[in-house]
């Protein structure tokens, strides 16, 4: 089955400092791979959508200065969060959609904490 | 504007009984639904979804009813066991977006009491 591992699961970092989540599809392609961030409230912001051999796509309040995104091929993807405040806070998700253009499996997330 | 709408925020069910959880929507170009159910300290993990072009979609004690011209859906869980206390998510997705865009609702906490 398709499977999405997101690693490193959990990571406090000082506050200024820099911390790298990578996402890694199993079991299929992925053609695109979207990073959300989800608050303690649980609601769910778009980082960016990243497509191989396409322009990465970030949302409005996100930029590739302070989330940059390396997507070099179907299976794998990393983001790193610049210089993390406390207001970066959250669960890092890395979203993978197969083929069908449609099913969007996500990772365990990556917990970020800023101390 | 929030795109997608759940309800209730929170639903406490006996195990055994069927929970019901809503979801509705504004943009009518959301054509495909999918529900997640995540567990604390886990992400989102796909559970069941449906295209506007169908009105039900089932899978084991899980069951989606779509209704298109209300812009309404829900889930049904039935024999619903302590294991599926979760927090649940609808989402959509919008052919205006080449389906690229996922919006989701804010999610139903739902407890199951033994």
């Known amino acids: 089955g398709a499977l999405v591992y997101q690693y490193p699961r959990r990571t406090i970092c000082k506050s200024g400092t820099s911390m790298r989540m990578e996402c890694q599809a199993v079991g299929f392609q992925a053609t695109s791979v979207a990073w959300y961030r989800q608050s303690p409230q649980k609601t769910f912001e778009l980082i960016a959508l990243s497509t191989v051999n396409s322009a990465i796509k970030y949302e409005q309040n996100f930029t590739q200065e302070k989330f940059p995104i390396s997507h070099p091929n179907l299976s794998f993807s990393s983001m790193t969060v610049l210089n993390a405040y406390l207001e970066d806070r959250g669960l890092y998700l890395c979203?993978?959609?197969?083929?069908?253009?449609?099913?969007?499996?996500f990772g365990e997330g990556s917990r970020l904490i800023v101390v | 504007q929030q795109q997608v709408r759940q309800s209730p925020q929170s639903l406490t069910v006996w195990e055994g009984e069927t929970a019901i959880l809503n979801c509705s929507y504004e943009?009518?170009?959301?054509?495909?639904f999918p529900w997640y159910q995540q567990f604390p300290g886990e992400g989102p993990a796909l559970l069941i979804s449906?295209?506007?072009?169908?009105d039900k979609k089932e899978d084991g004690r899980f069951t989606i009813f779509f209704n298109k011209r209300e812009k309404k859906l829900s889930l049904h869980i039935t024999d619903s066991q302590p294991g599926d206390s979760a927090t649940y998510f609808c989402a959509a997705l919008s052919a205006n977006y080449g389906n690229e865009k996922i919006t989701f609702g804010a999610g139903t906490k739902l407890t199951i009491k033994p």
């Open positions: 449906i295209r506007s072009v169908s």
């Open positions: 943009d009518s170009t959301f054509n495909y």
């Open positions: 979203g993978a959609r197969d083929t069908s253009g449609n099913t969007l499996y």
